[in-house]
């Protein structure tokens, strides 16, 4: 790692994965891309869905859990509407998935309502032929605020609204609207229910570098070969679904800024890492033009630097 390197500025940072041990053997006679220090990552296709950047396991199925149950009563866990299949490795990684661009749309336009920011989300993804996504954990029960989704979590948290520069009270609003329109006996007036999709995570975090994906139609595995586990964000897709979703509200007459989305974005993917992921290295790796490379730029701000 280079030497005297300052913790990188809070700028437009994002991240996340999904969590498999990938062996050397699997990553031979295939494209990679090495990290300094760390190992060899595997180079994919990009596909269409979206997820967070928790790289953690998803879990193929899940059992009803009673804790969980007694926590969110009658809640999307048996709900037909939530869908539990993993997400695909391909998919567009940016802290708190959908939930994470409802969040940014708050923040960029303070005005509008809880309510009102879900529904346009939603309404967009569904147009692009997608559910919405965010995940949950196998222990949500033991966590203070909420899914077990850090981004989200967080951002729940008063003590950090500064750093989030978003009422934590509307993030608490949004995860029950979300849950809300999950379950028919709760929707509001005749509005039909809106399926969403819920992937649940097990294991605890063990990253050990965050990744910016520079590439339209490329990624990374977010595990190398060293069995390192990484936090990795696809810096160019997002913003492009950033500037998607400002353009879906502007057909809608609704004043989205996409400017704004990506620097609410940014703002909340450098609190959640400054407050999870401290002092972590970040790399960019650019997969362009068939030239693939890695950058080192800093490390992820500490609380205290921040």
Known sequence: MPEGEENMSPENMYHMSEIQQRSSELMANTETLRIPEFGKVKIIPATGGQRCVDPREQLDTVEPDAALKKLLTETADYSPYVDRTPANDGDVFNPGAT?????????????????????????????????????????????????????????????????????????????????????????????????????????????????????????????????????????????????????????????????ALKQASGQHTTATLTLLAPNLPVFDAHLEDNINSVTYIGKVPSRQAA
Request: net charge negative.
């Open 99 to 259: 939930a994470g661009d409802i969040m940014s749309l708050m923040a960029a336009m303070p005005e509008m309502p809880v309510e009102q920011a879900v529904d346009l989300v939603f309404d967009w993804c569904k147009s692009e032929g997608r559910k919405p996504s965010l995940h949950e954990d196998d222990h949500t029960y033991q966590h203070t605020h909420g899914l077990g989704c850090g981004h989200v979590d967080r951002a729940s948290m008063p003590e950090n609204e500064e750093l989030y520069g978003l009422p934590s009270e509307k993030v608490r609003a949004m995860t029950q609207y979300i849950y809300s329109l999950t379950r028919p006996n709760q929707t509001n007036g005749n509005m039909a229910p809106r399926e969403v999709s819920v992937p649940r995570l097990t294991n605890l975090h063990q990253e050990k570098y965050v990744m910016r994906i520079i590439s339209k139609d490329k990624t990374v595995i977010p595990n190398d070969d060293q069995n390192n586990e990484s936090f990795r964000y696809d810096l160019t897709r997002h913003e492009a679904m950033l500037d998607r979703l400002a353009s879906y509200g502007q057909e809608r007459g609704i004043d989205v800024d996409a400017s």
